[in-house]
């Protein structure tokens, strides 16, 4: 899957430049494994310095086992998106933890 800035709902927001750039990117691997990646936008504050410039990502199987996870890792850290519904179709949030490693947590809503 491959996502660009100009998919989101307020991708007018953003230079044409920004716009073009990855949102999301995912590679399946192996038995139930992603890769995914996405593009730091500095219009967004972003800066890449050593340790952030990657973050791991964790499915939940349901709603509340992604807080249980999301809360686990974010005490002690610092909370960048708390979970809440998103534009795709899921619970998702970011979170750095005490080490200030990023983690993404995500619940896919079932589609209908």
């Known amino acids: 899957m491959i996502q660009r800035f100009k998919d989101t709902?307020?991708?007018?927001?953003?230079?044409?430049?920004?716009?073009?750039?990855?949102?999301?990117?995912?590679?399946?691997?192996?038995?139930?494994?992603?890769?995914?990646g996405t593009d730091a936008l500095e219009s967004?504050?972003?800066?890449?310095t050593f340790g952030n410039n990657f973050s791991l990502s964790i499915s939940a199987d349901s709603k509340e086992e992604a807080e249980k996870i999301?809360?686990?890792?974010a005490e002690g850290g610092d909370v960048e998106m708390?979970?809440?519904d998103t534009f795709w179709g899921a619970y998702f949030g970011m979170t750095a933890d005490k080490?200030?490693?990023?983690?993404?947590?995500?619940?896919?809503y079932p589609k209908n």
């Open 82 to 84: 708390p979970l809440q």
């Open 70 to 73: 999301f809360n686990g890792l």
């Open 44 to 48: 967004m504050g972003h800066t890449l």
């Open 9 to 36: 709902p307020e991708a007018d927001k953003l230079s044409v430049e920004d716009q073009n750039k990855l949102m999301h990117i995912a590679l399946p691997i192996g038995n139930g494994n992603v890769l995914m």
């Open 99 to 108: 080490f200030g490693i990023k983690w993404l947590v995500n619940y896919d």
